[in-house]
């Protein structure tokens, strides 16, 4: 078959490309190798950028998310068991919205549908040939078992961490940099009703704890542990004192319920740059992955792809070459500012069994400092909230 974008993976990055350059009337095909049913039902990130937000209404793609999305005006970072506001709002004049990372997917795949869209689920050895060449091609099998030949103009890898799509660049081409964190978040679903009306970010001595939320009636949790921790090997009671001591605060009490979810994510920094080689251009995981301490995952994918998605318009529509040829840099730009900000959100509020007992009275420090300096806060907040998009 021929298209003119063939897109690898059915990710927040690879669905949203999908979508936009639908809009701009470029031919696709989306190519997965989970089925529908297992990228709809997989629980990752939970917060979208004020950017993200208004992308998604603006591309039609909103209307669940203003019904069933909770806005959020601020955070509160908690640490000597007292409680600091980050009053978004009023230092940017912007939220976010909580609004999990499957439903979003649920919602682009569904729009995708409606619209004709070509997406095929459950593909097996995907394979890229000629990213170098003006006439790449993308080799794989279908669910029917049916082999595919695919011959496009651009390839977009959207095929996250583990895909496929960086390996395709020449030896040499790729230069990765990676810092590998020597914890992870052990990650909860409860049912149980919500313990407070905002994300608590908790910095405590035995460890990092957050506490988020899904819907009036589910609540998400996290705790810094051991990455190679086995999740099963915890009793709902530790996993609750846990998180109760870590969040103990005065006059706060964390409800509890049923534990229907577990697992635990390790945590690193990763980029890979260029996020482009011939006619094969990366975005989102596949490029870049940072520690969720910064809710900046799924954010940085959007980014990516509506950059992405505008220079390939410039390039069908007005045989502009030059957005293309920026692409990279320009996400990099992106990408580098978000690595910094979940590096420091990650270093800031997490236990390094290796600290000093200086690193650790100068981190409460550096916490004390972004509470009590409207400019310190400000700067956290603007990068929370993130920057409009592309
Ligand atoms: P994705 O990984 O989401 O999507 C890539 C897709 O490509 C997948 O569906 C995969 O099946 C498919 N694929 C891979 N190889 C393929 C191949 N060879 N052929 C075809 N398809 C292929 N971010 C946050 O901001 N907050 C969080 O709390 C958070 N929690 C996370 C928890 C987990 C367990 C993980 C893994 C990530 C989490 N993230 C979180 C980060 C996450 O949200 C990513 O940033 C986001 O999914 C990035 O989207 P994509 O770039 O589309 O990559
Ligand atoms: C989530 O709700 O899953 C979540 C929220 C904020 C983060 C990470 C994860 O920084």
Redesign the pocket.
């Known amino acids: 078959m021929r298209t003119q974008v063939a897109i ?7 669905l949203l490309l999908s979508h936009l350059l639908h809009r701009a009337g470029i031919a696709g095909v989306v ?4 089925s529908r049913a297992t ?1 709809e039902a997989t629980i ?4 979208l950028e004020h950017g993200t937000v208004a992308l998604l209404n603006a591309t039609g793609v909103g209307a669940r998310l203003a019904r069933e999305g909770l806005v959020h005006e601020g955070i509160e970072l908690r640490f000597g068991g007292a409680g600091h506001r980050i009053d978004f709002a009023a230092l940017t004049g912007k939220a976010i919205t909580v609004y999990p ?1 499957h439903e979003v997917l649920k919602d682009l795949i569904a729009a995708r549908l409606a619209d004709g869209g070509d997406l095929r689920f459950s ?1 097996a050895d ?1 394979r890229l040939e000629g990213v170098g060449t003006e006439h790449p091609r993308v080799h794989c099998t279908d669910a029917a078992g049916t082999a595919l030949h695919i011959d496009c103009d651009f390839i977009a890898g ?7 799509c960086r390996q395709a660049m020449p030896e040499g081409v790729p230069r990765e940099y990676l810092r590998i964190y020597p914890f992870g978040w052990f ?1 909860i679903l409860a049912e149980a009703p919500p313990s407070s009306h905002e994300l608590i970010y908790a910095r405590h001595d035995r460890g990092f704890a957050l506490i988020s939320t899904r819907t009036p009636t589910v609540q998400r949790m996290y705790f810094q542990c051991d990455p190679a921790e086995p999740a099963e090997r915890w009793s709902e009671r530790q996993i609750w004192d846990e998180l109760q001591a870590r969040t103990a605060a005065t006059g706060f009490s964390l409800h509890e319920g049923r534990i229907f979810q577990r ?1 635990v ?1 390790a945590m690193r920094s990763f980029v890979c740059e260029p996020m482009a080689h011939g006619r094969l251009f990366l ?4 490029a870049h ?1 940072v520690p ?1 301490t910064g ?7 959007a980014a990516d792809v509506a950059l992405l998605a505008r220079a390939l318009d410039a390039h069908y529509r007005e045989g502009k070459r030059g957005p293309l040829e920026a692409y990279s840099a320009a996400a990099l730009a992106r990408v580098w500012r978000a690595q910094h900000f979940s590096w420091w959100m990650t270093s800031m509020l997490h236990r390094f069994d290796e600290a000093t007992e200086f690193d650790r009275r100068r981190q409460l420090a550096e916490l004390d400092l972004v509470v009590s300096s409207r400019a310190a806060a400000t700067s956290l907040a603007e990068m929370y909230v993130g920057s409009p998009l592309a």
């Open positions: 690898i993976g059915a990710g927040p990055a690879g190519l997965e190798n989970r990228i990752r990130a939970g917060v990372q593909v995907v959207c095929d996250g961490a583990h895909g496929i990650g697992g994510i975005a989102g995981d596949a992955v969720p809710a900046k995952g799924l954010n940085l994918a």
